[in-house]
Structures are given as structure tokens and as C-alpha cells.
């Protein structure tokens, strides 16, 4: 069984810059979940997707979008990056959608440096 | 709305000797928690999770957390400590209804040997 990967590993961009991010959810996953983990701080959840349609959203701007594809992998973008864009951005999977049950499988993260 | 407060920001044990990470937590709703744990540089691994089934809930590597309604708790512990047990551990918990996850702000732990 695969687990959940990202990438990439590490980014550098600018302020003004786009970023996209990419994540492969676990096998037989159609959730997938994107947080926000700045330095030293929990994660914040910024939205969901189920089975390509964004299921929830937490508070972040609209310059932050995301997409869900067919074969459930997920793609985070980021607009007009700012300085406190940068951060670990980690992906989680899981298999039932918005359920009291639901357990979040998540990968290594991408780790954004905005200059 | 759901929340987590997690009691210390740093716990420090010796080799050996047990551990207890403290979370206290907010809901509107009968809550479902969860415990996760960061390795450096690694992803977020799940240790447990209580979703209204028995109040004590057995996780991996020895650790194990108490679901304590009247005292809106569940704290996580473990017998004996290992140094491979350090690292940043979350407290996290979800209504209902819904599929925000809230986390805590962190633990750190510490292992000395």
C-alpha cells in the first residue's frame, strides 16, 4: 500500500510568485485535505476535496485554490505569495469524508520559503 | 466550535520514566480526538484516536490516552519513555459533523538518556 506523497520536498519562491504543490492521496483514499503549518505552530486547515469538489474550507484567502483529479490526486496553488505564505504545507488522505470516524493519512509535506 | 488546548508546550523526561502529554478540549458536539506525532522533518503520524467507543484507546509504540468527559480531557500517555519517542506530538479534534480538523499548538517532548 502507498502512502502519501508530495512534492516538491523544499521550494523557494518570491513575494508575487506563484506556487503549485502536488500530492498523491494513499490508495483507495478520495479525500484529500491541505494544512498550513507555519514554524513552531499547529497545523491549520485550508480545504478539502472529495471526488474533485471542494468540500470545505477553512480561513484562508481565495488566492489559495486548489483541484482534485480523477485518480484523486491534488494539486494546492498559491497566488501573489506573500512573506507568511511560507511554511510546511502537508496533504492528508483518507476514505471517509467528513465523518466523525475520518482518519487523516498525511505525507511528508512541502516545505515553501517565500523571500 | 471544536478546539484543543494543549497544556505544555515542552515536556522533558529521563530514558525510562513515564510520559504524559495533557490536552484539554472544547466541543460543541461529541468529539472525535485524535493524537499525532511529528518526527523532524517528517509528516504527521497518527498514535491514536477516540471516536466515542471505549474511553481508553490503545495506540501504537506503548502510548495510550483517556477520554475523560466530566474533566473535557484526554491526555496521552506512555509507561516508559524511549528516546525515539522525541518529537512534536498534536492534539486534535473534530466535531461531529464536518472535516475540519483543529490542532493544538504542539508538545514537545524530550528524552534524555
Known amino acids: 500500500e502507498t502512502g502519501v506523497t508530495q512534492s516538491p520536498t523544499h521550494l523557494i519562491k518570491t513575494r508575487g510568485q506563484q506556487v503549485t504543490l502536488r500530492c498523491s492521496s494513499q490508495?483507495?483514499?478520495?479525500?484529500v485535505s491541505w494544512y498550513q503549518q507555519a514554524l513552531g505552530q499547529g497545523p491549520q486547515f485550508i480545504f478539502q476535496?472529495?471526488?474533485?469538489?471542494?468540500?470545505g474550507r477553512g480561513n484562508f484567502p481565495p488566492r489559495f485554490s486548489g483541484l482534485q483529479f480523477p485518480n484523486y490526486s491534488s494539486e494546492l496553488n498559491v497566488n501573489a505569495l506573500e512573506l507568511d505564505d511560507s511554511a510546511l504545507y502537508l496533504c492528508?488522505?483518507?476514505?471517509?469524508?467528513?465523518?466523525?470516524?475520518?482518519?487523516?493519512?498525511f505525507g511528508p509535506g512541502t516545505r515553501l520559503t517565500v523571500l | 466550535a471544536q478546539s484543543v488546548t494543549q497544556l505544555d508546550s515542552h515536556v522533558s523526561v529521563s530514558e525510562g520514566t513515564p510520559v504524559l502529554l495533557r490536552c484539554n478540549y472544547s466541543s460543541s458536539y461529541s468529539p472525535s480526538l485524535f493524537w499525532y506525532v511529528q518526527h523532524p522533518n517528517k509528516g504527521l503520524q497518527l498514535l491514536l484516536k477516540y471516536t466515542s467507543a471505549a474511553t481508553l484507546v490503545k495506540g501504537i509504540n506503548g502510548f495510550e490516552a483517556e477520554f475523560k468527559k466530566s474533566e473535557t480531557s484526554f491526555h496521552l500517555t506512555k509507561p516508559s519513555a524511549h528516546m525515539s519517542d522525541a518529537a512534536e506530538y498534536f492534539c486534535v479534534v473534530r466535531g461531529w459533523v464536518g472535516n475540519d480538523m483543529r490542532f493544538g499548538a504542539g508538545t514537545r517532548l524530550t528524552v534524555k538518556p
Open positions: 490508495s483507495g483514499h478520495n479525500t
Open positions: 476535496y472529495y471526488r474533485e469538489e471542494e468540500n
Open positions: 492528508a488522505s483518507s476514505s471517509q469524508r467528513g465523518t466523525s470516524t475520518d482518519t487523516q493519512y
